[in-house]
């Protein structure tokens, strides 16, 4: 039985299951499958405020990353029920209510990487820049205790940091944590050892679904190979697995075959993110995808079916800029961004508590705008 294959199957058998999303005198939401599908009813005074009914509108009707005793909505939601899901909920509900949580925090914990990705959003600054794994420790220490529910290991490439299993261990039930990946460095040992620490997903980066395009945006040739097999290493080491696709013009013709790839090699989810005007683009001009680029993702999102597809641009849509509102990325220098692809310095972690940065970077304008800072169209 193939993956694809055990993930129907596992679907199938959590058909009759409900979980709990909420569960308070002012809201309670509960989802099922239906046919393969998220299916949530909600009720409670609460229900009827728009940022609940976009959050809803959002689940329901989605296909899972996974189903059995747990629901997986997706790589980028803790599992349901989980300690980490009850603190994104309410998050969500104190959102609602003009209070902000870092609900995702984006670690870049070293510059090292063996690629010269065209399009890289942290080229190497040449001074060989790592956080060191007691800063880390005390980093994720610091964004839990803010309500984090999402810790996203970054680079570089993460793979080659020696500790990296010792940052994942610190990462307790609060949250989740995750890891980006080119494949580079990513062993089937590594990916063991990673689950043993409690990893919840890896999201392998892919340019295009031909092996000769990716090897060119990334500037490695072989790199394509070493992503296809961080996917299968992780696969079997038992995590949960996201093909992580940057969308650009000129890669949009492949919308389809980036799903087939994902569906053939087993992947729990992918997920579609539009390319921004940063880091080795930062000058780059027309680059965004077009309106009808848009409409065509749009499109096929709505029809295709398993495995699931998360579209950042819908996410986008619906909630606005996630920039210092729910939000925020530290660089291997120790910077404060109020996201990755947002190279503004809000503070240094060397200077001062990351929870008085947070608070400051509640003064820029960019969350809930409709419009990226660094989107260029």
């Known amino acids: 039985m193939t993956s694809t294959e055990k993930a129907l199957a596992w679907n199938e058998k959590a058909e009759n299951r409900s979980y709990s999303l909420y569960h308070n005198p002012l809201l309670r939401a509960n989802a099922s499958l239906e046919d393969g599908e998220v ?97 880390v420790i005390d980093i994720i220490g610091q964004i839990l205790d803010l309500g984090t529910t999402l810790v996203i290991f970054d680079g570089g490439e993460p793979a080659l940091y020696r500790e990296l299993p010792e940052l994942v261990e610190a990462v307790d039930e609060r949250a989740i944590s995750t890891l980006f990946t080119s494949g580079a460095g990513f062993t089937a ?29 990334r500037g490695r040739h072989g790199v394509f190979n070493d992503a296809m097999n961080a996917v299968e290493a992780s696969i079997q080491a038992g995590l949960l697995v996201d093909i992580y696709v940057v969308l650009r013009r000129e890669n949009m013709r492949h919308l389809l075959e980036f799903h087939s790839l994902a569906k053939e090699k087993g992947a729990h989810e992918l997920t579609f993110f539009e390319v921004a005007a940063t880091g080795r683009w930062s000058d780059k001009e027309r680059i965004s995808l077009t309106k009808e680029d848009h409409r065509h993702l749009e499109s096929f999102v709505a029809s295709a079916g398993p495995p699931r597809i998360f579209s950042v641009p819908e996410a986008y849509r619906l909630f606005g800029c996630f920039a210092g509102e729910s939000w925020m990325h530290i660089t291997p220098a120790g910077e404060v961004y109020p996201c990755a692809c947002l190279p503004e310095i809000c503070g240094s972690i060397y200077q001062e508590p990351i929870r008085k940065i947070w608070r400051r970077m509640g003064r820029l304008p960019y969350g809930g705008s409709k419009t990226c800072p660094v989107r260029k169209y």
């Open 189 to 217: 040992s590594l990916a063991r050892r990673l689950k043993r620490a409690g990893l919840y997903a890896v999201n392998v980066s892919l340019d295009s679904p031909i092996p000769e395009e990716h090897d060119a945006m």
């Open 39 to 135: 299916r949530v009813n909600v009720e409670g005074p609460l229900s009827i405020l728009p940022g609940i009914r976009s959050a809803m509108g959002l689940i329901d009707g989605q296909i899972p990353a996974h189903a059995d005793e747990k629901l997986y909505l997706s790589t980028w939601f803790p599992p349901i029920p989980s300690r980490a899901f009850d603190r994104l909920a309410q998050s969500q509900l104190k959102a609602q209510v003009g209070i902000r949580t870092p609900d995702q925090v984006t670690i870049s914990i070293t510059e090292e990487c063996p690629n010269r990705c065209i399009h890289c959003a942290l080229p190497d600054s040449g001074r060989k820049l790592r956080l060191l794994p007691e800063t």
